[in-house]
């Protein structure tokens, strides 16, 4: 990532003295400037390198139970270092384990809404008229139902699983992608480009591959980054009721509820999972801001 | 207007419809029968009641029976709560909710709005930035994190305020604040946005320029334009003060309908989590009418 980074940096300033640049070099070059949304990025590639890499570097594993540490605040001699749960399971490992799961189910969640939402938005626009009217009438509809209760409910029929909040938050979040696409490919399909390659003989499927899709991509970015967040407190909302991620497995919403529970006696259990939560939340808003400012069509 | 109406409460018609038929099949695809318990029902007793709740009809005539049932108010009886129904449960904690969700909203409107109507008269000054920075610690803190740290501070280190139960005035207070929280971010950002906005439309300079005195311009001409974006608000936030109950209920042990539905969810009380499902599914779908309706009253462009 940070070699991406780099080389993105080195091209923008090489080109910044001649003519042109490329819209995306500018949405970057404008994405640097903003020292928050910057600082909020290294902050959140921070928290992911700690939560794959650092469990490694500790003696404890996941649900390991040190019986003579049994809900002892955080302490570096015994290599707590975020203390322990009222079970003695090492709480460093268990949230940034649980940081894993969140993580993984707000960018594998919102890549299934994005992949959903922008084929079902760029067809609906593209083709228009009734097929237009009825698919987002559709959406319309789903978008008044309470998701949330629905979720529920299924928990309660399919039990209680990992893959279920995939499906089940994926089912939801497209909708707006969907419209965003939509309305943008209404407009993208009036434009020259567009017909000049209907005229060539491109097939629908090509153009709405080569020219519509791409086209919409920036607002669809930045919502996407704002998904995340919303799909990781979804997730923590479930679990922190009980009725998302299930023992062995943890995630920050689970941790959350045991240290509410305990948090009279051990407030570092509520403490180092929430602290963790809000900051990647606060994070991803500010990268969905600042991407928001630089992709503004706007402002160009 | 009329027509207006019209088309808005056709147009929500198909989503009731959604919700109630999700809700009917999702319970027939639950597994295992009503009477498969621990104790075997002899068949002669089995079929007596299968006759009387229809469970040998075709599905589409259960549907019928079950709509009707529906519109009379009834959910059928708890699966796990011996002496009550659905309806009942949901009759007992409703008032809970409805008082906690109300006071929420308003304290919302009321602290919302001043402090996004004092950040955007201050445009880019310490008290916007400073309004701005806590709105978004508002929006980001998700409110089963703020709920405990709540307690934490108030209940158990100054001891001010009690950690639960429900009753008197000095109970409600962590709710409402927990609960409506996320909701006075959510409702200072927009106002501020929408009143930044409203100031510079030309009417409002001209406005200025005849020599309005600022008091009147804010309160007589700009608010109308900037609480709209408020108005349609309600409609989602409501859907979101309903989730949100669920949450503070259960962190408060407050006795609601929140409480009721996870109790209900943890235990596989089918008929009572699709009761609450349905109510509240209802609930946020006619308070989104009424919003639109609102809306469409004040806003004469949205009705032509």
Redesign the interface.
């Known amino acids: 990532m940070t070699a991406n980074t780099k080389t993105i940096t080195t091209s923008t300033t090489s080109t910044a003295t001649s003519k042109g640049q490329a819209p995306w070099q500018k949405a970057w070059k404008r994405l640097s400037h903003n020292k928050a949304a910057m600082f909020s990025l290294f902050l959140l590639l921070l928290i992911i390198v700690i939560c794959v890499f650092a469990p490694a570097i500790s003696p404890w594993a996941l649900d390991d139970v040190d019986w003579d540490n049994i809900g002892t605040s955080p302490d570096f001699s015994s290599q707590h270092y975020f203390g322990t749960d009222a079970n003695g399971r090492d709480l460093f490992v268990r949230t940034l384990q649980g940081g894993r799961i969140s993580l993984m189910v707000g960018l594998l969640a919102t890549a299934v809404s994005f992949i959903i939402g922008i084929l079902y938005g760029a067809i609906a626009g593209y083709t228009g008229g009734k097929t237009d009217a009825l698919m987002m009438r559709f959406v319309?509809?789903l978008y008044?139902?309470?998701f949330?209760?629905?979720v529920?409910?299924?928990?309660?029929?399919f039990g209680r699983s990992i893959w279920l909040i995939f499906i089940a938050i994926g089912a939801v979040e497209w909708l707006t992608m969907a419209r965003i696409v939509r309305g943008q490919s209404l407009s993208l399909k009036q434009r020259a480009f567009v017909e000049a390659a209907r005229v060539t003989g491109a097939s629908h499927f090509t153009i709405i591959k080569r020219h519509i899709i791409p086209n919409t991509l920036g607002p669809v970015i930045v919502y996407a980054t704002l998904t995340v967040?919303q799909v990781i407190?979804f997730e923590?909302?479930l679990s922190?009721?009980?009725?998302g991620v299930q023992e062995p497995m943890t995630s920050w919403?689970v941790l959350?509820?045991e240290?509410?529970a305990q948090?009279?006696s051990a407030?570092w259990m509520?403490l180092f999972p929430?602290s963790f939560?809000?900051v990647t939340?606060?994070c991803l808003?500010f990268i969905g801001d600042g991407l928001r400012d630089a992709l503004d069509p706007k402002d160009r | 207007m009329l027509a207006y109406i019209t088309k808005r409460i056709a147009g929500t018609l198909p989503t009731l419809f959604i919700i109630v038929t999700m809700a009917f099949f999702m319970i027939r695809l639950a597994p295992g029968g009503p009477f498969d318990s621990e104790r075997a029902v002899p068949p002669e007793i089995a079929e007596n009641l299968e006759r009387v709740y229809h469970l040998n009809d075709p599905l589409y005539v259960q549907y019928g029976y079950y709509l009707a049932n529906i519109l009379k108010g009834d959910f059928g009886p708890s699966f796990k709560y011996q002496d009550y129904t659905v309806s009942e449960l949901i009759q007992q904690g409703f008032p809970v909710s409805l008082k906690l969700g109300l006071l929420a909203i308003i304290l919302a409107l009321l602290i919302g709005i001043t402090l996004g109507a004092t950040a955007a008269l201050r445009q880019n000054g310490l008290v916007d930035y400073l309004v701005m920075t806590l709105a978004m610690i508002g929006v980001a803190i998700p409110n089963f994190v703020m709920a405990p740290i709540l307690v934490l501070v108030f209940a158990v280190f100054l001891g001010w305020l009690p950690a639960g139960g429900w009753g008197d005035l000095k109970q409600m207070v962590l709710p409402v604040i927990a609960l409506s929280l996320p909701q006075i971010a959510t409702v200072a950002r927009m106002t501020r946005a929408s009143l930044i906005e409203t100031l510079n439309a030309p009417y409002i300079r001209t406005a200025k320029a005849k020599g309005v005195p600022p008091r009147i311009l804010l309160f007589r001409h700009a608010s109308k334009a900037t609480m709209l974006p408020i108005i349609s608000w309600l409609g989602p936030a409501t859907a979101a003060i309903i989730t949100g109950s669920v949450v503070v209920e259960q962190i408060f042990g407050l006795p609601g309908i929140g409480r009721h539905f996870v109790n209900g969810a943890l235990n596989r009380d089918y008929t009572l989590v699709m009761g609450v499902v349905v109510f509240y599914g209802v609930l946020i779908v006619v308070m989104n009418l009424l919003v639109d309706l609102l809306y469409a009253w004040l806003d004469p462009r949205i009705r032509y």
């Not at chain 1, 922190?240 to 009725?243: A, D, H, T, V």
Request: charge should be negative; glycine fraction near 8%.
């Open positions: 319309d509809i008044a139902l309470p949330m209760f629905f529920i409910l299924l928990t309660v029929y967040p407190l923590s909302f922190f009721l009980g009725l919403g959350i509820a240290g509410a948090m009279e407030p509520l929430a939560l809000a939340l606060f808003n």
